[in-house]
């Protein structure tokens, strides 16, 4: 992750999920009951496209389907007016991705053999427990990274946090990166696009410290990253 934005990990857990759900020789497929009905996968329908589309044989729309990841409920709400198109809908979610699930796909990263649903529940609840211990630890340092703890440091350094919020940022991120560097033991350089989702995740207001418009605070975000250094 090296700092730099893995966002993309959880779209490309989505597509891998959508594609077994949508492949009709995958175990995941949905089985069709009734004899007079046809599913199709992932069709274009003007503006929309449903993972999932329900038809009779003479191509009338029956249901959609639509697989969303959990933090993403009620996606189907947002959709081109589907309750026009048809008269019936569901959302069908997945578990989201969180700190624990990169963990254990990093673990097992380059395995070629498998693992059993055993051992995939074991080195799960592994990550799980060392993602409960890291986190007390980042967010016992994110106590001592509030703005009104450094204030005047700030000040001190020549910074006026009221005309120069590119000062006040440059300031966190330079401090942010010399207290994750003395918990790695190692040199830890902080994207400068990441450093709002690093300090949310360690429980510190980013937007005291100038993180405000141009900048996205996403705790996943920021957690995968402190998972690299405790």
Not at 142 to 149: A, D, E, I
Request: hydrophobic share 35%; charged share 25%.
């Amino acid at each position: 992750m090296n700092g730099k934005n893995t966002k993309m990990m959880s779209a490309n857990f989505g597509y891998a999920v959508e594609s077994l759900a949508t492949n009709p020789s995958s175990p995941f497929y949905p089985t069709v009951l009734p004899q007079n009905s046809l599913v199709f996968e992932q069709m274009d329908l003007g503006s929309t496209r449903p993972d999932l589309v329900l038809t009779d044989k003479g191509g009338g729309f029956k249901a959609f389907g639509d697989l969303t990841a959990k933090n993403s409920a009620d996606h189907i709400f947002k959709k081109d007016n589907w309750s026009a198109k048809v008269p019936n809908f569901a959302e069908i979610t997945y578990k989201s991705l969180d700190a624990p699930d990169y963990v254990t796909m990093q673990g097992n990263h380059g395995n070629m053999v498998g693992l059993t649903p055993k051992q995939l529940k074991a080195r799960t609840s592994k990550a799980r427990k060392r993602y409960v211990n890291a986190k007390k630890k980042w967010t016992q340092l994110g106590r001592t990274l509030g703005f009104l703890h450094h204030r005047r440091d700030v000040k001190f350094a020549g910074i006026d946090p009221s005309l120069d919020p590119e000062g006040v940022r440059g300031y966190i991120k330079t401090l942010l990166e010399e207290k994750l560097s003395i918990v790695a033991k190692r040199q830890v350089t902080v994207s400068e696009k990441i450093v709002p989702s690093v300090l949310v995740a360690m429980g510190v207001s980013a937007t005291s410290w100038r993180y405000n418009t141009g900048y996205s605070q996403n705790l996943r975000v920021g957690e995968k990253f402190l998972m690299t250094i405790f």
